[in-house]
């Protein structure tokens, strides 16, 4: 299984990115649940966004109402609609799936949100 995340850039607070997934060598609706993480320069790595194998979606605090995750069955993609951002969202964002007790990660796609 390989995913491989993609979208990130520079951005000025209050404006929007969207971050994609490729999934490859298993289908989404297989994988228990995928989502986001995000880790800051000098923090922990934290869940962001993540939705289960039936389609329920749950997000962090921080950002509900801002954030949207998504789901393309038919073409194995996944995606993190990010609205209105804030300077605290500059982070490196992880795509990660789970299959069984297996975790898979992407790579990091930056994010960084000027003020």
């Known amino acids: 299984v390989q995913l491989q995340a993609s979208g990130g850039g520079l951005v000025q607070a209050g404006g929007s990115l969207r971050l994609s997934c490729a999934l490859h060598?298993?289908?989404?609706?297989?994988?228990?649940?995928m989502g986001w993480y995000r880790q800051a320069p000098g923090k922990p790595r934290e869940q962001v966004a993540w939705v289960g194998r039936g389609g329920v979606k749950n997000y962090i605090d921080p950002v509900k109402g801002r954030f949207t995750i998504s789901r393309d069955i038919a073409n194995n993609m996944m995606y993190l609609q990010m609205n209105n951002l804030k300077p605290e969202d500059t982070a490196e964002y992880y795509c990660h799936a789970r299959l069984g007790r297996t975790s898979y990660w992407g790579q990091g796609t930056l994010v960084t949100v000027s003020s």
């Open positions: 060598a298993q289908r989404i609706i297989s994988m228990n649940d």
